[in-house]
């Protein structure tokens, strides 16, 4: 089972450059754990304790897994995972 | 219609159908046209009542000079209230944002400072607070924290809508000031609390995103998630896309934020659909096309125009 991170600009010291790092998980709780073993320091730049930073945003196939579970959020092979920083408009 | 003057026109806009869009019989999309608004957007109308409650609270005295941070609209409607009302604007507002929406402000007579691109809209803001520091005598009215500008979503926006469509089960708005959702999901909460508040976020090129700490980022101050339903990134690509799809099929010209809203509003359709429940989802057109038209979206092809708006703040 294969899920794509997209890793923003900031994070990509972490994994050596790389824009997108393949991972696994059922949850995104586990994608990040699975991420973290890869690239170490990841995890704590998106996750504090057990919820997401506050201006990290975190979508499911566009989907912002705050409101779909959080860490909870079930994963499926093929799911692409965006992260990025929260940025104002208007 | 006849009002006494222009600000008095702001809002009460139409809500249409889109019949060739909506996937069935039972399954329907319907469109409130804030381009319909004086300055052509839904800013106009956060832009007046910020400005009419800074008066009733005396902020405001002739010819005081008002600072804001905007990638466009907020600033374009300011500066035709302002106008109008009698005092001079300052808006900070990022260089990745198309040459139409500085002539606008510029026509209205509205000062820029440009920021810097990388970074997008959050550096504006923190531009205009460094400015505000430096001329305590300017007043910022900021649209991120500013209850009128969710206020007036509230008592306007939100009952329109409800008035028009009385069976409506989606609301499908975009996020950027988070003033419109604040305002319609809140009044939905308390008149209707089953209609789904929807929100769509326009995801742009990475410069936009910068090189800063994550924990610089930002969120508005307005910005309360119990109000929403759920939320929606949607790319340059898809917005385009729909963008296109909205003019080839119902005759609608409008901006690129509009194109994501009308996404993330068929992904809601396509669900209802295939729960064999039956909806009808309002959502909001923020603008016309005009000012976005030199960014390339509406020529070409889709590869073209994705490559065009890479960098750009393109909503």
């Known amino acids: 089972m294969a899920i794509e991170v997209r890793v923003p600009t900031i994070l990509r010291t972490h994994t050596g450059g790389a824009k997108v790092v393949s991972a696994e998980g059922a949850t995104l709780r586990e994608l990040m754990e699975d991420v973290e073993d890869t690239h170490a320091g990841v995890r704590d730049r998106i ?44 | 219609m006849r009002f006494d003057s222009l600000l008095d026109s702001v809002g009460r806009t139409p809500l249409v159908g889109l019949p060739t869009l909506s996937p069935a019989r039972d399954v329907r999309l319907w469109a409130k046209l804030e381009d319909r608004n004086p300055t052509g957007s839904v800013k106009d109308r956060a832009a007046l009542a910020m400005v009419s409650r800074a008066e009733t609270a005396g902020l405001l005295r002739p010819g005081c000079t008002l600072l804001e941070p905007t990638s466009g609209n907020t ?29 606008l402000l510029a026509m209205w007579g509205a000062e820029i400072v440009p920021s810097p691109a990388a970074g997008g809209s959050n550096e504006a803001v923190r531009v205009a607070k460094e400015l505000a520091g430096d001329h305590p005598d300017w007043v910022m009215l900021y649209q991120y924290g500013n209850a009128a500008n969710a206020d007036v979503h509230y008592e306007t926006t939100g009952p329109e809508i409800l008035a028009d469509l009385p069976d409506v089960t989606h609301i499908v708005a975009g996020l950027g000031t988070t003033g419109t959702l604040m305002g319609v999901g809140r009044y939905f909460r308390e ?29 508005p101050e307005l910005y309360d998630a119990s109000l929403v339903d759920a939320r929606f990134s949607v790319g340059p690509r898809d917005a385009v896309r729909r963008t296109r799809e909205l003019l080839e ?38 603008d016309g096309g005009w000012k976005y038209l030199s ?13 065009s708006l890479e960098g750009q703040l393109w909503a």
């Open chain 1, 47 to 90: 996750v504090d304790g057990a919820a997401l930073r506050r201006f990290v945003n975190v979508y499911v196939n566009d989907e912002d897994v705050r409101f779909t579970g959080g860490l909870d959020t079930p994963l499926s092979d093929g799911d692409v995972v965006v992260i990025l920083p929260a940025v104002a408009g208007g």
């Open chain 2, 295 to 307: 960014t390339g979206a509406y020529e070409g092809t889709l590869d073209d125009a994705e490559a």
């Open chain 2, 75 to 103: 600033g374009i409607a300011l500066a035709m209230v302002a106008r109008l009302r009698g005092y001079r604007l300052v808006c900070v507002m990022p260089e990745n944002t198309s040459p139409e929406r500085r002539q």
């Open chain 2, 249 to 286: 099929t119902e005759g609608i010209f409008a901006g690129i934020s509009t194109g994501a809203i009308l996404h993330a509003a068929l992904a809601q359709a396509t669900r209802a659909v295939r729960a064999g429940e039956p909806a009808d989802i309002a959502f909001v057109v923020c």
């Open chain 2, 191 to 219: 008149h209707r609390p089953q209609v789904r508040i929807v929100a769509a976020e326009p995801r742009y090129g990475e410069l936009v995103y910068g090189l800063r700490n994550l924990d610089e980022g930002f969120v």
